[in-house]
């Protein structure tokens, strides 16, 4: 991981700051570098840095409201970071023009917490606007993808619904296929389990290392569930929402034992020390 | 909660007394429930203000019959006296789910900062501040016009990027599927006109003027008018709507990461539709006004058809067409406008998506008045 202390670059600058140098690390694919994310005044997180590598599986967890979702939007550029830089290999996503910063949105893939399916399109519609609007395929070969895409996420034949009349798991399930559109060079997941059952949710961890596996791409989930944590996470970050920035930084198994009481006591459902359970008068 | 309840039940009372040692025993009976009336807390003040004042506080509930939260509010309500006079508790008396509760609720801290302080302004301060609020919504709209012209630039260009059958659909929508209302209401305005025209001109014997009457006044200002407030209630409200339900559900930000401008995917067909749509319905709303007025003259003002209908083609204009026409494309401008602008503003509850619906029908019909009132003036100086 390279440091973020080198050397401004010679890259023209927009503003005053100046912008530090492109990571070295061949290895890292999404590099954050002292991102302070605040809302006017209010600084939800500060001074956040840590290196996501190519085929990881990068879990960012914390509590409710502690803003694992707002980090994500931060990371898909839905949001403009307060202070700091997100990289993505060599390329700085944070100070990218408009037209550069669109050709890098192409290469991710995100699943929102609810699907996001466009409601007034079927689902091989929905898979379809991307697959139209970046590739040249005629509308024959983009449906023949759409159909591929729904097959691997188990939703063969369900081409032409409309997401309100499918239900909310196949509605997330379908959201995976739109994101995995244009093979993406990294999914981000937004909450993949919230909503459904221990089965669907499951299938869907499943489904998430195999398309690591498979496509090879980096993917970054949010989530606070353990189970999924331990299951999936090859590398994750905790944030704590008492110190307001990361507090850990590794695979979920070493973080486990931890220095960090929080992280500790969220990894094992405050069990370990019994401090997180209430007393009882 | 404990006891079962069973009708009727006894009234809940409190009985405050000293015991020997000085401290305060709080005798409750009968049923301590919410649909009951729960003894004041300011018994149990006065006794604690009493001299000496007492160190510790008791309960004795041989009595109590049943409670509920009414209970646990009001034993909070005088811990938190307690607590605040030095006084100890004596919790041994209450029932023991009442105690185990009472820990519940003590047992986190109120966060500092949790309780939202709501600071209390003079009305000189309050006014400043609410006319520097005004510069906000104005900027918003100025910088949400800006783009939405850029996007139509790119359009130009052939280079926007919306899906056609959108915009067919929308088309549909706005235009066709609005016919009903738009029929309803202009042949009733032009009723009404002509209602209004025929009680004073038959007093002079001009009733044939009702024509002019009519004519003129559906086809320069009534029918763009009525379309536009029609439309601003119907379709400017669901465009914002749809586009702040679309916020909430995040399908707005899967189309920003997709690299897919919203406003010109969402917004551009809209505004584009109701552009194209607008004049047509005024046309279709001009023409069913006149058949609204034909209606009284013929059938009230004993007119014939054909005298009627010349002296509405003398008195109407192809000019008086136009102008008309030309409002109604503006008040469409207006109207997407404002429905697309409040539903990007929309917020992300679905209380905020009514919010947004109602703020847009209320800017729209305020933009349309007021366009309404500068082209008054603009066509007399002009002398169209």
Known sequence: MSSGSETAGNVPQTDGQAESAAPTDAKAHITVRDLTMAFGSFVLMHDLNFTIQHGDVFIIMGGSGCGKSTLLRHLIGLIEPAKGEIWYGTENFTRADPARRQRMLQRFGVLYQSGALWSSMTLAENIGLPLGEYTDLKPVEIREVASLKLALVGLKGFEDFYPSQISGGMQKRAGLARAMALDPEVLFFDEPSAGLDPISSKLLDDLILELRDSLGSTIVVVTHELASIFAIGSNSMFLDVETRTMSALGPPKELVHSDNANVRRFLTRGEENGAAGRPHG | MLAEKQAPQQPPELAVSRSSDGALLLRLSGAWQLHAEIPPTADVHRALESSPPPQRISFDTQQLTAWDSALLTFLSKISEICSAKKITIDRAGLPSGVQRLLALAEAVPERAGARQKTEKLSWLARVGTGFLNLREPVEEMLAFV???????????????????????????????????????????????????????????????????????????????????????????????????????????????????????????????????????????????????????????????????????????????LVGGVFKASVYGVLIAISGCLRGMQCGNSSSAVGEAATSAVVTGIVFIITACGIFSVVFYVLGI
């Open chain 2, 146 to 320: 800006g783009d939405l012209a850029i996007v139509f630039g790119r359009l130009l260009r052939g280079r926007a990027r919306f899906r056609r059958s959108d915009l067919m659909l929308l088309i549909q929508q706005t235009g066709a599927e609005a016919l009903g209302i738009i029929t309803l209401i202009s042949f009733l305005v032009g009723l009404i006109l002509a209602f209004v025209g025929a009680v004073q001109l038959q007093q002079f014997g001009a009733a044939i003027y009702v024509a002019d009457l009519v004519g003129i006044a559906m086809v320069r200002e009534m029918g763009a008018m009525m379309t536009g407030i029609v439309m601003a209630g119907r379709t400017g409200a669901a465009f914002a709507a749809q586009l702040g339900s679309m916020k909430v559900n995040q399908e707005t930000d899967a189309l920003v990461t997709m690299g897919i401008s919203p406003l010109e995917f969402l917004v551009l067909p809209r505004v584009i539709a109701l552009c194209l749509m607008m004049p047509l319905l005024c046309l279709y709303s001009d023409l069913l006004g006149i058949l609204g007025g034909m209606a009284v003259g013929v059938s009230m003002l004993k007119l014939p058809l054909l005298i009627y209908y010349n002296q509405t083609t003398q008195a109407v204009g192809i000019p008086d």
